[in-house]
Structure formats: structure tokens, C-alpha cells
């Protein structure tokens, strides 16, 4: 028998993901970092990865968000087939945005596409909530909250079959063009496959991925291309563009090759909470 | 090289920091982006000064109790002011802009007249530690990112000379190489 999980339990719950993934780089993502940095042979380059690591540390310690930028809250939520909910499970999740707003604090980022017209944190789509359906009871509630910068750097092309071989570059030459703009070293997000739209999805889910899942042979050979081109640190010059590139596939119509880049910058936030039912 | 810059800034102060160089900023930095800069630029009178001043590409996260607190002070991509920066330099006597990522087609309107500082993007946490007083808000009607507030700073940076005053751009020297990397690939 499932225990019934109430509308408050959602409530503190997104406000905990949210509070952590704001002020706590993952150990992975800080790990990586390090990791480069020893590695940097750019002295200007090392300024720029000393200092992001110094800023992570020091907001975790001071429990303060390292980014002015606090994103656009994307939430993945796993909810168990057998959960028990007698509430609005995605209005829940706006209703704990709001109030992290105000208590983390958040930056008001949400405006009207046109107007501009801020809306605080909470608007029509906003934050963008995603359900699976998983075996089991609890649910399970991920927050990405994704930086301004790093997303107008992504690109999406609908390939044709033929084209196969010109997706290694197109990944390559998009990476190029952001140059220092999505504050790298970046994570590459990519998503092949499925429609326009899920190939934009694969892609956010990609750059979601922990950096310490190991590669394959087409994601290593990618990132020692980008790795190559020398942008560097904040497009300073350097050895670290990208940390890592992560590719999801999906099986796509006969005639299409959807591809979707997404990037990540280096405050890859990301945290989770299960609540148990 | 490393140099520590007071604001108000002059001529002098910015023709010596070379590409590539490290700079630490005492005194004064506003925040202009996207909105500011078209304010600034279809104003005939502002109610701040901007002769020998340092801009800030930035949309704080401010919170107000009884005054106005910094909780996360970072720059922002500078790229998007690019097209108005020219004008801006023209109109009123900047002399740095501190932002992220570099600016596209800049570099004759900076030429013997303001330099480029770029701060370690998404580094708000201690950016904000660096800031010592919030001084004053203006335009505060553009929303809180959009306003330009007044910060008093001691030693914030560091800041890469992205940017300087004789026509070198590290960002371009950079995107030389990777445009002629790919090719290679």
C-alpha cells in the first residue's frame, strides 16, 4: 500500500532542489573542473578556471546562488506508476518556484516573449516542467536551471539522410560560433533523432547527464575536435572549451535527421529529491 | 601584467593595460544592459555621470529589506550591447565596459578611449563579495535586471583585457585560430 504524497511535500521539495542546485555545483561538475585546470596550460585560461572554482566554493559556503543568472527552472519529474497524488502535481511545482523566489532568492526571469513584461518566475510554460512515468511508488523531482547565455547558443537543423556525415561538423562548427559567449568550458548537449522537437528534448536531457558516465568513442572523439579549436575558458584562449559531449539518439522518420545541439555552461546546476510514497 | 585601476578613469589610466593583461577595479561600476543601453542612448539628460566611468554588463539579483542588498552580481553576454556600443562611447566619455564573451565590431570605437574587461563569467558569488556599497538605483522602472545600479567596488576581478585601447582583440585573435583549426579538421 502507497502512503499519499500531499501538495506541501512538492512544495519544500522544489524549493530543496532548487536552493541546492543554485548554490552547490555538483561534485562531479567541480571535479571535472579541477581536473582541467591542473591540466590548462593557458595562464589566462587558468585565471578564468581558478576563479570559477573559487566562486563555487564560496557559494556553498555562504549558501548564496554562484550565478546572477538563476535560469530558467527545467524540471524533470519521474512520477511512480503507483504514486498516489490528490493534487495538482505541476501546479505544485509552480506554486514551490514562486516561493523559492522569494526565499532563495531567485532572479525574476520570466517575461512575456514579446512585451518583455516580467512575470517574477512563473508564467504561461514557465518554469518548463517535463513528466516520465516510472516503475514504483515515489516521485522523483530534478531541477536544471538553465543560464540565458548557454541557451541562446543552441541550434537545432533538420538534416536529411544523406547528410549523415556533416553532423560531426555541424556539432564542431556550433561549439566554434558560440565562441566565449555560453561561458565555457561548456557541456555539449546533443540529441540525433526523433522529431523536431523530441531531438531539442534528447539534447537538454544529454547536457542533464553526470560528467563521471564514461564516453563513447563518437562523444571522446568530439570533444578532442572542440577541445582542439582552442577557444578556451570564457573564449580567452585556452585548452578546455568543453568538459564533456553527451549524445542521446532517437529512432527518427525514414526521410528526416533531426539535430539538436544544447549547451550548458560551466555552472551545469543540476539537483534532485525523491519523495517516497 | 597586473594593474589596479581607480575610477573616475582617464585617458592615461587605459591606454597602458595590454591585451591579455590582468586588472583589479577601485571605486565606481554601473550596470547597464540591453534596455539601459537604448535609454542611454534616446536620453538627452541622465541623472548619472558617465565621464571617465566603468559599465557593468550586468542583471543583478538585488533584495530589498530596509536598503538594497546584492545577493548575485554577475557580468552578462556582452555581445548583445555590441551594436550600441559604438554610439555610446560617442555620446558619453566611458572608459571601461566589463561584461563576458567579448564584443563583435568594437575594437575602432574603443581605439585611444575605453578598454574592454572582461569578468570570469557566471562568477557572481564573488563578484558580489567585491562589492562594498550599493550607491544608488536609477531607472528602476526597466525591472530590476534592466536598471542601472550604482555599485562601490574594491578590487573586483579579475578582469582580462579582452579588448584594449591599440586595436588588439583577444576574442578575435582567438576566433582566428579556431576558424583555422577547423579547417584542419
Not at chain 2, 575610477?7 to 571605486?27: E, F, N, Q
Not at chain 2, 555581445?79 to 567579448?102: F, N
Request: aromatic residues 6%; glycine residues 8%; proline residues 6%.
Amino acid at each position: 500500500m502507497s502512503d499519499v504524497i500531499v501538495e506541501n511535500q512538492v512544495i519544500k521539495a522544489v524549493i530543496q532542489v532548487l536552493r541546492q542546485a543554485e548554490t552547490e555545483l555538483p561534485g562531479d561538475v567541480l571535479s571535472a573542473l579541477k581536473s582541467v585546470r591542473d591540466r590548462e596550460s593557458n595562464p589566462i585560461a587558468r585565471t578564468q578556471l581558478s576563479a570559477i572554482i573559487k566562486n563555487a566554493d564560496f557559494a556553498k559556503e555562504n549558501v548564496i546562488p554562484m550565478c546572477q543568472d538563476t535560469g530558467v527552472p527545467v524540471f524533470f519529474v519521474d512520477v511512480g506508476r503507483e504514486a498516489m497524488i490528490n493534487f495538482d502535481l505541476e501546479e505544485a511545482i509552480r506554486k514551490g518556484v514562486a516561493r523559492a523566489t522569494e526565499e532563495i532568492p531567485l532572479r525574476p526571469n520570466a517575461v512575456h516573449p514579446l512585451t518583455r513584461e516580467n512575470s517574477g518566475n512563473v508564467g504561461v510554460g514557465f518554469p518548463d516542467v517535463n513528466f516520465d512515468f516510472v516503475p514504483g511508488k515515489n516521485i522523483k523531482i530534478t531541477v536544471m536551471p538553465k543560464g540565458g547565455g548557454a541557451e541562446n547558443m543552441s541550434v537545432l537543423r533538420m538534416f536529411t539522410p544523406s547528410e549523415v556525415d556533416d553532423v560531426k561538423h555541424f556539432i564542431i562548427e556550433t561549439v566554434k560560433n558560440a565562441g566565449g559567449k555560453p561561458c565555457p568550458p561548456i557541456i555539449v548537449g546533443v540529441g540525433i533523432g526523433g522529431t523536431f522537437d523530441k531531438s531539442a528534448r534528447l539534447a537538454k536531457k544529454a547536457a542533464l547527464r553526470r560528467l563521471d558516465v564514461p564516453s563513447d568513442d563518437l562523444e571522446q572523439e568530439l570533444l578532442e575536435e572542440i577541445n582542439s579549436l582552442g577557444i578556451g575558458p570564457m573564449g580567452l584562449g585556452g585548452d578546455t572549451t568543453a568538459l564533456k559531449v553527451n549524445i542521446e539518439y532517437a529512432h527518427c522518420h525514414v526521410a528526416s535527421l533531426p539535430v539538436a545541439i544544447n549547451i550548458q555552461c560551466w555552472a551545469a546546476r543540476r539537483a534532485s529529491v525523491t519523495l517516497e510514497g | 601584467m597586473e594593474h589596479t585601476l581607480r575610477t573616475p578613469l582617464s585617458k592615461a589610466d587605459i591606454i597602458k593595460p595590454r591585451a591579455g593583461d590582468i586588472v583589479y577595479l577601485d571605486g565606481i561600476i554601473l550596470t547597464a544592459r540591453d534596455t539601459a543601453h537604448e535609454r542611454l542612448l534616446s536620453s538627452e539628460k541622465i541623472p548619472f555621470d558617465l565621464s571617465g566611468a566603468a559599465i557593468f554588463h550586468c542583471g543583478p539579483l538585488m533584495r530589498k529589506n530596509k536598503k538594497w542588498t546584492p545577493i548575485a552580481v554577475g557580468p552578462t553576454t556582452s555581445a548583445r550591447m555590441s551594436k550600441m556600443t559604438p554610439e555610446l562611447l560617442e555620446k558619453y566619455g566611458i572608459r571601461a565596459i566589463i561584461g563576458k564573451g567579448g564584443m563583435n565590431g568594437v575594437v575602432d570605437a574603443l581605439y585611444e578611449k575605453c578598454i574592454y574587461l572582461a569578468y570570469p563569467g557566471g562568477c557572481a558569488a564573488i563578484a558580489t563579495d567585491q562589492i562594498k556599497r550599493v550607491k544608488e538605483v536609477h531607472w528602476l522602472d526597466l525591472g530590476m535586471p534592466e536598471a542601472v545600479w550604482v555599485f562601490e567596488v574594491k578590487q573586483f576581478g579579475p578582469l582580462i583585457v579582452g579588448i584594449d585601447a591599440h586595436g588588439n582583440d583577444l576574442y578575435a585573435e582567438v576566433e582566428k585560430r579556431a576558424n583555422e583549426q577547423i579547417k584542419s579538421l
